[in-house]
């Protein structure tokens, strides 16, 4: 049973190009997080999404950040116009139902923004 | 009050010994702790949780302690190991099932 599948898992960009970022969930799980941990500090939640909604994304930056979690296909987060402050490690969670609480975290994409 | 405040920042521990962690929250609406184990390049491991209605849980070697009225819970590793080394995680959540995590413990054993 596969975890949570995360790609690319590294990513170099130069500021002001766009950065895409995929998740895909275990299999079965229907809810997608996205948390972002800079270097030396802890994950800080970004977004919650469902099969092509968006529960909650009080933690994303208003500008340049947007994510979407398509009916078929993997959850995106999309970073445009990437700037140095935008360089971390993106870790995408999953869980089966709203109702549960566990989430299980994918091995991450690390973007540099040069 | 979103915050969960960890401590401490880095821990060594010989091999056998009790590694202690603690974090404490503010906001009462938080129903779920959370512990992750992360080594380096790789995402977060759930390692043991729990709900604020216990105040223990064991899991192998790895016992929560839940105080509800202090607001402050705890993780131990008994007969900690080199393979232990990594940087641990508490969070909390409620109702908005977002994970707050606290800043981290980098943990090492020394054989």
């Known amino acids: 049973n596969a975890g949570v599948m995360q790609n690319p898992r590294h990513l170099v960009r130069r500021r002001g190009q766009e950065a895409r970022l995929r998740c895909s969930p275990m299999k079965g799980h229907s809810h997608v997080y996205w948390y972002r941990q800079l270097p030396e500090e802890g994950l800080k939640f970004m977004v919650y999404l469902q099969k092509e909604n968006i529960i909650d994304e009080s933690g994303m930056p208003k500008e340049r950040f947007s994510a979407e979690f398509p009916k078929e296909g993997p959850s995106i987060l999309r970073i445009q116009q990437v700037v140095r402050g935008d360089s971390a490690a993106y870790f995408c969670?999953?869980?089966?139902?709203?109702?549960?609480?566990?989430?299980?975290f994918g091995p991450g994409t690390r973007l540099t923004v040069t | 009050q979103q915050q969960v405040k960890q401590s401490p920042q880095s821990l060594i521990v010989q091999k056998g010994g009790i590694s202690i962690i603690n974090c404490a929250y503010e906001?009462?609406?938080?129903?779920?702790f959370p512990w992750y184990q992360q080594f380096p390049g790789k995402g977060p491991a759930l390692l043991i949780a729990i709900r604020p209605d216990v105040s223990e849980k064991k899991e192998g070697r790895f016992t929560i302690s839940f105080n509800k009225s202090a607001k402050q819970f705890s993780l131990h590793i008994m007969d900690s190991q080199p393979g232990d080394s990594a940087t641990y995680f508490c969070a909390a959540s409620d109702a908005t099932n977002k994970l707050i995590f606290g800043t981290g413990t980098l943990l090492a054993v020394q054989p």
């Open positions: 906001n009462t609406a938080f129903d779920y």
């Open positions: 969670a999953s869980s089966p139902t709203q109702f549960t609480y566990e989430q299980y």
